[in-house]
């Protein structure tokens, strides 16, 4: 009796682990889809000179709030650090320099410097979409078909 309750146990151990992984993946795409949100967002905002960059990127999906007293690009690596378990790390990378030249020259070369973030982040979001295509199944299926071999050595 205990052989057959603890093989269910790891049997649904396998499963939970195997959406978790799978979902990792969608979780992604959601964060990808939703900074391409921002930077369209932003790129609205500085044409229309609505204000400085804290106030253009506070209004976020995340609720990040970026303050005027710190520099804005030690912010922006604490708000994109905060997205470091669901994002791979090209894709931190590409975030991350995202400020490098923001907010250093005039509203047109922010506009293409936005732009080319843009098609930057929509690149990955094809990647994390092909990553969901050919990934997804199989982080289902391998936990939970150790978990059946486990459990078929328990009994």
Partial sequence: ???LILCIVIL?????IGIHLSQRLSRRKDVLTQFEVLFH????RMEYNAGDL???FSDNFAGFSFEHSIPFDIQWHRFIDGFSYMLSKEDIGML??????????????QRQHIC???????EHIREAQDEI?????MYRI???????VISLMVI
């Fill in 116 to 122: 080319l973030y843009g098609e930057l982040l929509r």
């Fill in 54 to 56: 804290c106030e253009v």
């Fill in 133 to 137: 295509e050919k990934k997804a199944k």
């Fill in 96 to 109: 991350t320099s995202f400020v490098k030249d923001l907010g250093t020259a005039d509203r047109e070369s």
């Fill in 12 to 16: 649904f151990c396998g499963a939970v």
């Fill in 1 to 3: 009796m205990i052989k």
């Fill in 41 to 44: 967002t932003a790129m609205i």
């Fill in 142 to 148: 391998i936990p939970l078909s150790v978990g059946m």
